[in-house]
């Protein structure tokens, strides 16, 4: 078996909003906002410095949010050419007519 013992996945980012840590004192939608901020700002320095506009991927984002959080996550996506997944479409019904949407039912796109 391998692993990889250093590198940038083996390091700890902690948020801090008003001097407190997220880890500790925040809410899950306040620290997937604040994950999502991080992502922000690396596609922000990505388009720096490539010219490129990077496509956010987000992998279940919404569940186990409320929906205030949900719509807090789904603003900041918005700004972002994105890539969501999700197993409830019906987090999503209050998007832009110009989204795309893509079900994927016993492996087939419907």
Known sequence: M???????????????????????????????????????????????ETGENPILLLDDVLSELDKENQEIILNIAKEEQTIITTAAIDDFKSYPNETVFYEINNGEII
Not at 18 to 42: M, P, Q, V
């Open 2 to 48: 391998f692993r990889t013992t250093i590198g940038p996945h083996r390091d700890s980012i902690i948020f801090y909003v008003d001097n407190l840590n997220l880890d500790y004192y925040g809410s899950r939608g306040e620290k997937r906002g604040a994950i999502i901020e991080l992502k922000k700002a690396e596609i922000e320095i990505i388009k720096k």
